[in-house]
């Protein structure tokens, strides 16, 4: 019977309890060599794959590669959580001109190298967007253990990542596509990029207005356990979503995540859903390095060295020029392209996608991790010769060319106001571009689902299509009404209507293009059931005669579906909403930094600690689970985990990080841990503290414990008072150290 069922043991329990116990081991000797744990999951994998034989292979290949895809989904879902759309609103200018600039030059560098190495066509597309994307997990590493967290060039590096993680999943799909079709021309990757636009923005639009509204409804009924499976369910019904429609799975996890990341949930999932990722990462890792030849590395060691040194070179180099462009001083620009001279985990996914389509050579993906790995040790040296480089530029460069630079950083800098023009332009391409991909997904949803299943079920062709018309016209009504009839309530719009009476006719213009597009719409919906000519006529007379006359009611839906909407977007800024604005000093910038429960200023008022008399940074709010204090006052406490934003230069934060930042010591694992138990003694002549009071007798001293209680007479005195004497047959109950207690009663 034992043998039988040792041979219905699932290969995959026997391969996953064989890649996880050597991923263990070997992320434990990473994480005692202080590199990161990526490098050491691919180790693992090396070691448990088909090309390293010195120990044992794992059976099923296949569905630990299942599992990796699987990881690759949770790797993208988190990424998603902490990504946010808005975080790409903010970083400003400068992160994404230097982002434009170094993906750009890394791409065209990246297909250059590939064409100079004599590869085909694929395998140097694939290396260009493998050379393109920086890797944030070694970048966060790097940061922390040179303590360079608070400088302000980190903030100009952490936008360019935002933007790169974007960008990462662009290059997903559209390597995807053309891996696939395998047409390189323009046009393919414009209808491609339009095709990824349109559902990017319907999900988007979409899954905001409804996911969010459902999870605060439900809120009352969930607790962490169906809080993490509802997640997870988005997810995965995302990523079918997306392969349904034609894009990889990555994607679909990503998009979910994202609109997660605008919910009041947020953390929360992300927090749930880290466990689940740090998993199927692993096994993803795992499953990148099972994929590693070390014969393959041997035989490509020279373009191994060739395409480590242009990353570096060329990211430091484009990287330091668009930050330049940026308006950055040329310190804070080294700083920054020296800061992203390193490949990672997208590059991975993005090598695993050629593997995966059949489409990259056998050689493309251990080089890969082959550069990984090579820049991955030359990060943190990289970033601390920043600033000696900069020293050495600064005075080595003509003094024409220091203060031309020093000039363009300071008027690029300065705040421009927008013209009335760019205002106007910019709300009618926002009603414009919102409300027709709106339209658009309606039509296609009514006509390529609705109708045919309405069809089908009424058995009358006729009757099903014009129920499936007049279902569509009542959904796409109010953006009907948005785009064509409402009215663009701004200042700017009215300042040009009435101060300038040559500006009427472009207004006018536009007014009616409005009208127009969605005369377009109504008949490409009306197009399915009549000839063209009756369906414009029947759309002029909605949008002409009816819609008019239901002004008022659909006006009042639409604003309330853009009340809606707008809610679910800055949900999570309405209930942390802050005052704090960002009007600082030219050399100032805000810094976030979690106060240690190690730290002397925990449980002390800002009085007391005096912090812009010792350092010269100031408090601009205090952070407390979902309570945020704005500009506290002195009389405010710190508190142990309080999250504080401060308001510093560059040397005054890095002077106040180790007071509030304390690392807490490793936990020493060799010494015994006292154990803590509750035991009986008898009180009888042997006893050490016969007629004794508890507090005389120094038993709590002696045993790191605590008298529970004291059996007398058959009666019972629960905690006891500290001045109740011990007497003869009393029976002590008492916490404390074992062998402490057993030292007393031997």
Known sequence: MEDLAATHLPAL????????????????????????????????????????????????????????????????????????FKKLAKVGGTASITAITELLGMMILGFATGQLLEWDTINSMFLGGIMAISSTTIILRAFDELGVKTQKFTG???????????????????????????????????????????????????????????????????????LLIISVALCLLMVVLASEAGFSPALGAFIMGSILAETVFSEKIEHLTKSVKDLFGAVFFVSVGMLINLATLADYIGPILLISGMLILGKCTFSTVGALISGQPLKQAIQVGLSLTQIGEFSFIIATLGVTLGVTSHYLYPIAVAVSALTTFTTPFLIRSAEPLANFLDQKLPHHWRTRINNYSTSAQAISNATDWQLVLRSFAQIIVTNSVILIGMILINTQYLGPLLTVTIANPLWGNLLTVFIALVLMSPFIYALSIRRIRTRAYSRLWRDKKYTRGPLLVLEIARIL?????????????????????????????????????????????????????????????????KILPWDAHLAEFRVSPESYFAGRTLIDLALRERFGINIARIERGRTIIPVP????????????????????????KPHV???????????????????QLTVDKKFPFLQQSIRDSGIREKTNGLVVGIERHGERILNPEPN?????????????????IKSIDS
Do not use: C
């Not at 990526?38 to 120990?55: C, D, K, M, R, S």
């Open 517 to 581: 597009l969605a005369l377009v719409f109504v008949g490409l919906l009306l197009d399915q059931l009549f000839s063209l000519q009756v369906a414009l006529i029947i759309a002029a007379v909605l949008i002409g005669i009816i819609f008019p006359m239901l002004t008022q009611r659909l006006r009042k839906t639409y604003d309330r579906i853009e009340r809606r909407f707008l809610t679910n977007l800055h949900a999570r800024e309405l209930e942390n909403e802050s005052p704090v604005k």
């Open 156 to 226: 100009v590096v952490f936008g360019v990542l935002i933007v790169e993680d974007l960008v990462a999943i662009l290059l997903l799909v559209l390597l995807s596509t053309v891996a696939v079709s395998q047409q390189f021309g323009g046009e393919a990757l414009l209808m491609a990029m339009l095709k990824l636009a349109f559902f990017l923005s319907i999900w988007f639009l979409g899954g905001i207005y409804l996911v969010p509204s459902f999870l605060r409804k439900a809120s009352k009924l969930m607790n962490a356990e169906t």
């Open 633 to 656: 006052r002195g009389t405010e406490y710190l508190y142990p985990m309080d999250r504080i934003t401060v308001i510093g230069t560059d040397e005054q934060l890095a002077e106040f």
């Open 661 to 679: 930042e304390i690392e807490a010591p490793e936990m020493d694992m060799t010494f015994d841990q006292p154990d803590i138990s509750l035991r």
């Open 13 to 84: 329990i026997t391969d996953l309890a064989f890649i996880l116990g050597t991923a263990g081991i070997t992320t434990l000797i990473f994480k005692k060599l202080k590199q990161p744990l990526v490098l050491g999951y691919i180790l693992a994998g090396l070691l448990v794959g088909p090309n390293f034989t010195f120990l044992p292979s794992i059976t099923d290949g296949k569905t630990i590669r299942v599992w990796g895809e699987i990881g690759v989904i949770f790797l993208l879902f988190n990424l998603g959580l902490e990504f946010s």
């Open 724 to 740: 109740t004497i011990f007497e003869p047959d009393d029976i002590v109950w008492l916490a404390g150290d074992t062998r402490l």
